[in-house]
C-alpha cells in the first residue's frame, strides 16, 4: 500500500537558507494539498493543485513560498530565505476530485529553523 | 470566514468511559464534515466523515452525526481504550471541495 510520502521527515536549517521538500502522492489521486500545522494547532491551508495546475493560494503563502507540480505526480515546496517562524510541520494530501473527497495526509516534514 | 471550534483539551477519560467531544463549524454552503485523528509520532488520519445534514459517520466505534441546524458534528464513542489516546481535529471542506478547514484538535488521553 503506497500511502502519500513526504521527504525528508525532519530539516534543520539555519535562517536565511533555501529549503526544498517533496510529496508524492497517492497515484491515482489528481488533487494536492499543502498544509502548515504548528505546535498545538491544526493545519492551515496553504495551497491546491488540479493535475500540474495551481488552482488556489492562501494569503499564508507569502512570496518566499513557491510550489510546483510540474508532471501532475509529485510535488515540491520551497521556502526561500528562511525565517524562524517558518518552523513548522508542512503537511502534504491528496484526493480525488471531488466535492466531498477524503483528503489523504502524508507524515509531514518537520522543519526547524535556526 | 470558515472556521470550526472545538472543544479545548486535554481530555482524561478512564478506560471504558463514555467520550464526547464537541465541534462546531461556520462554513457557507453545504460542506462535508471530517474526523482526523493524530496517534503519537504519526500522521493524519481520516477517522469518519459525513457529506450531508443527518448523515451519520461511522469508523472503529466513533460516530459523529452532521447537524446542520446546530452546525454541529460531535464525535462519540461508547467505551474508550487505551489505544484511542491522540490527538482529535475536526474539519469541514469549502464548496468546491478543493480545502479543508481544521479546528485547533483535541488531545484524548485514556488511562487503565
Known amino acids: 500500500d503506497t500511502g502519500v510520502s513526504q521527504d525528508p521527515r525532519h530539516k534543520i536549517t539555519k535562517r536565511g537558507q533555501n529549503v526544498t521538500f517533496r510529496c508524492d502522492p497517492i497515484?491515482?489521486?489528481?488533487?494536492l494539498y499543502w498544509y502548515r500545522q504548528t505546535l498545538g494547532q491544526g493545519p492551515e491551508f496553504l495551497t491546491y493543485f488540479q493535475n500540474e495546475a495551481q488552482l488556489e493560494k492562501s494569503r499564508l503563502l507569502s512570496d518566499r513560498f513557491s510550489a510546483e507540480r510540474p508532471k501532475g505526480s509529485f510535488s515540491t515546496l520551497e521556502i526561500q530565505r528562511t525565517e524562524q517562524g517558518d518552523s513548522a510541520m508542512y503537511l502534504c494530501?491528496?484526493?480525488?476530485?471531488?466535492?466531498?473527497?477524503?483528503?489523504?495526509f502524508g507524515p509531514g516534514t518537520r522543519l526547524t529553523v535556526t | 470566514g470558515d472556521s470550526v471550534t472545538q472543544m479545548e483539551g486535554p481530555v482524561t477519560l478512564s478506560e471504558e468511559a463514555f467520550l464526547t467531544i464537541n465541534c462546531t463549524y461556520t462554513a457557507t454552503g453545504y460542506p462535508s464534515l471530517f474526523w482526523y485523528v493524530q496517534y503519537p509520532g504519526e500522521g493524519l488520519q481520516l477517522l469518519l466523515k459525513a457529506t450531508k445534514a443527518d448523515d451519520k459517520g461511522s469508523n472503529k466505534g466513533f460516530e459523529a452525526t452532521y447537524r446542520k441546524e446546530t452546525t454541529s458534528f460531535h464525535l462519540e464513542k461508547g467505551s474508550v481504550q487505551v489505544s484511542d489516546s491522540a490527538v482529535y481535529f475536526c474539519a469541514h471542506n469549502n464548496n468546491a471541495g478543493n480545502m479543508l478547514t481544521f479546528g485547533g484538535g483535541t488531545r484524548l488521553m485514556v488511562k487503565p
Open positions: 497515484s491515482e489521486h489528481n488533487r
Open positions: 494530501a491528496s484526493s480525488i476530485s471531488g466535492t466531498s473527497s477524503e483528503q489523504y
